[in-house]
């Protein structure tokens, strides 16, 4: 967490060539082993339980699912065994100054008959240490991903000071960087909104996995801090709360993992699914690491408990690729679409 790179290249190296889990969710004709989103969402969820530091969502996910909906089939054989290897790390450079994940407000533009990119895009998890950076741009024809090497010229990469330790931020500036085109040049939209209803239950995943983690802690901690002569977890009070404490876990897990079942059965409706479980598990996440530090009493604000690391990422994961209230008011625009349809 306190290096530069953010993650330990041993234990990434066991979790890529040992389990294999950076190809957890790579077709296995491109290398990985062509688990669905259910199974992603465990390793997800087991990863926010113990807050694992690591570039696994940027690469394993963003970057890899990125290519196999956006790229061509030569593409996908060149590219994604080497991320499914752990090999590569890759990132996705989406959002830009205005923080949104919303495809319509990418407006960084990609000039040239070779291609060439000039601006800025902000909020890259592990982005200054991605060997490979997929660019989202417009061209004349619309939205399309390009492919830039980390050590291209005209790539500077700044690494931001950001609230959450153990995930790695960077802001990256493309100044006439040479960049190659993924896939079909305009039509990268359909196969990015297909990424990010991955992205979004993964990391819905990862928020109850940690929701998890905080109410079993502090469900410890009220069995052994006294008061008055007698455990705390003894007093009403605190059953009650400790009551809507589970209640509020269970069901944010109950969304996730429905998303992700209903995202490997082919549901129609999955980006509805999606948001509800984004914007559900983020909201219970943070509560959560509100109440366990406040369930911890005077401790519960010290370094020297690790709770503040919890609430570090609970908080950043709220925000990271869209608030609740985004969510929900996506939801609804996709309620209001079914039912048209």
């Known amino acids: 967490m306190e290096t530069e790179a953010g993650f330990d290249a041993g234990v990434w190296r066991r979790l890529s060539e040992e389990l294999s889990l950076t190809g957890l969710c790579i077709p296995e004709a ?11 969402g465990i390793a997800m969820e087991e990863m926010g339980r113990s807050l694992y530091p690591s570039p696994f969502f940027a690469s394993a996910i963003l970057a890899a699912k990125t290519i196999e909906y956006c790229a061509s089939e030569d ?16 990132t996705l450079a989406l959002m830009e100054s205005s923080g949104s994940v919303d495809l319509g407000d990418v407006h960084m533009q990609a000039s040239g008959s ?21 660019v989202v741009a417009r061209t004349r ?27 790695k931020i960077a802001t990256i500036e493309f100044t006439n960087t040479p960049a190659t085109l993924l896939g079909v040049e305009g039509a990268a939209e359909t196969g990015l909104l297909k990424m990010l209803d991955v992205a979004y239950i993964a990391l819905a995943n ?16 009220t069995k052994l801090r006294r008061q008055f002569g007698r455990t705390i977890a003894s007093f009403q009070v605190i059953k009650h709360r400790m009551t809507d404490y589970l209640l509020a876990v269970e069901l944010a897990k109950s969304a996730a993992y429905f998303a992700a079942t209903a995202h490997d059965e082919g549901a ?17 996440y943070l509560q959560a690491a509100i109440d366990s530090i406040q369930l911890h009493g005077g401790i519960g ?41």
């Not at 491109?30 to 992603?40: A, D, H, I, N, R």
């Open 30 to 40: 491109y290398g990985g082993s062509g688990f669905g989103v259910t199974e992603l």
């Open 75 to 90: 593409e996908k054989i060149r590219l994604l065994p080497t991320i499914a290897s752990g090999e590569k790390i890759a």
């Open 114 to 134: 070779e291609f060439q990119l000039n601006g800025e895009k902000k909020f890259v998890l592990d982005g200054c240490i991605a060997d490979l950076i997929l």
């Open 141 to 167: 024809s619309g939205l399309s991903v390009f492919l830039v090497d980390s050590a291209a010229p005209g790539v500077k990469k700044s690494l931001l000071n950001v609230i959450d330790p153990t995930r």
């Open 206 to 221: 990862e928020s109850v996995g940690g929701a998890r983690r905080l109410f079993e802690d502090t469900l410890e901690y």
């Open 268 to 284: 129609s409706d999955i980006s509805m699914l999606a948001s509800l479980a984004k914007a559900g598990a983020s909201e219970t």
């Open 301 to 341: 604000f010290t370094w020297e408990n690790n709770t503040h690391l919890w609430f570090k990422r609970a908080k950043s994961s709220e925000v990271f690729l869209g608030d609740p209230a985004w969510h929900r008011s996506r939801m609804i625009a996709e309620m209001v679409k079914e039912q048209a349809a």
